[in-house]
């Protein structure tokens, strides 16, 4: 148990969370929803690493992201207008993303809702234009 706090605790990559994810599985069988959930706030938290964030608290009502970055933050704000959602830059560090109190109140929606906030935009792909007939 203490190796796989350690393990997850050191992960830097989404890729080494799947293997790990993948080992307890194959030991142990289907993986407990707080085992699931341990993984999936891992991967959030490399995530936010990745992205430059300090921190990330919940608080009633909202999400309160600390950043060190204005232009990131900024470019948050930006793709969670993109996705339906609404954030807040509260100051030159604090991003505040307003949850309902449905979400808050379930660990994997409120999961769902931060790792959505915080993933990058999936690329557009523009539509293909039929080959031309010769």
């Known amino acids: 148990k203490i190796d796989v ?3 997850l605790s050191r992960a830097t990559a989404e890729s080494q969370i799947d293997e790990l994810a993948a080992e307890l599985t194959d030991r142990f069988g289907p993986v407990p929803d707080e085992a699931r959930r341990l993984l999936e706030f ?4 490399t995530l936010a690493v990745g992205l430059g964030i300090d921190s990330i608290t919940r608080h009633p009502g909202l999400v ?3 950043h060190h970055d204005r232009a990131a933050m900024e470019k948050l704000r930006i793709a969670a207008g993109t996705r339906g959602g609404t954030v807040r830059i509260v100051d030159q560090k604090t991003v505040v993303m307003p949850v309902h109190e449905s ?3 379930d660990p994997d929606r409120l999961l769902t809702a931060v790792r959505t906030l915080l993933k990058p935009p999936s690329p557009q792909r523009r539509p293909t234009k039929p080959a031309a007939k010769s």
């Not at 891992?42 to 938290?45: D, E, G, N």
């Open 5 to 7: 706090y350690r393990r």
């Open 42 to 45: 891992t991967r959030l938290k």
């Open 64 to 66: 309160v992201i600390g």
């Open 103 to 105: 979400t808050a109140a």
